[in-house]
């Protein structure tokens, strides 16, 4: 059970606008930055996302992040076959003092 | 280019330690603004933080491991590495070493981990 929650899968079509949501608590995205990362099959998680809603350089503009109050989304916009993957949300815990994530997303594209 | 690469063997039997060593290349380990760490995923599962240490020796751990687990760092060969005590099957899992972005505040370890290394398969078995 993570401490973070998310769907276990998301699917679009081509072209279509995904959303991933990431719930938590006061304790974590009630306070602190969300990260997200993206781990393509069989590679190591790539950082996508952080503080919230910023780009690393060489990440597409498709992709963006949100937040408020207690949860966190990340969305996918013209979404593309190189974007199947398993997307992992991240922050700091309070409770456990340390980061937590979430236990992913594996998005299709159909 | 920071890159990290992990090495260490890929089984190891049951109530015996797992080591791994991480090895930075292309920038220093003693950097003021970063912690490195350790992250593994069992097959099929989510991702869990084990632990991250700064360069001057100063460690965190996951309580769930922290009896378990020892973290330590060797500026002079650009290392750092973790040991897992009485390991079970439990323990089998891909472990990334990351390089961890030191937060704000009170809260050091807030920050994001990026790069990560391609990860290193464990199995724990006889």
């Known amino acids: 059970q993570s401490v973070l929650t998310q769907p276990p899968s998301a699917s679009g079509t081509p072209g279509q606008r995904v959303t991933i949501s990431c719930s938590g608590s006061s304790s974590n995205i009630g306070t602190y930055y969300v990260y997200w990362y993206q781990q393509l099959p069989g590679t190591a998680p790539k950082l996508l996302i952080y503080r919230n809603n910023q780009r690393p350089s060489g990440v597409p503009d498709r992709f963006s992040g949100s937040e408020s109050g207690t949860s966190a989304s990340l969305a996918i916009s013209g979404l593309r076959s190189e974007d199947e993957a398993d997307y992992f949300c991240a922050a700091w815990d309070d409770s456990l003092s340390g980061p937590v994530f979430g236990g992913g997303t594996k998005v299709t594209v159909l | 280019q920071l890159q990290l690469q992990e090495s260490g063997p890929g089984l190891v039997k049951p109530s015996e330690t797992l080591s791994l060593t991480c090895t930075v290349s292309?920038?220093?380990?003693?950097?003021?603004?970063?912690?490195w760490g350790w992250i593994r995923q069992p097959p099929g599962k989510g991702l869990e933080w084990i632990g991250s240490i700064y360069y001057s020796g100063r460690t965190h751990h996951n309580p769930s491991l922290q009896s378990r687990v020892t973290v330590s760092v060797d500026t002079s060969k650009n290392q750092f590495s973790l040991e897992l005590t009485s390991v079970t099957a439990a323990d089998t899992a891909v472990y990334y070493c990351a390089r961890h972005r030191v937060g704000a505040g009170s809260t050091p370890l807030s920050g994001w981990f990026d790069p990560w290394g391609q990860g290193n398969l464990v199995t724990v078995s006889s």
């Open positions: 292309g920038g220093s380990i003693s950097s003021s603004d970063y912690y």
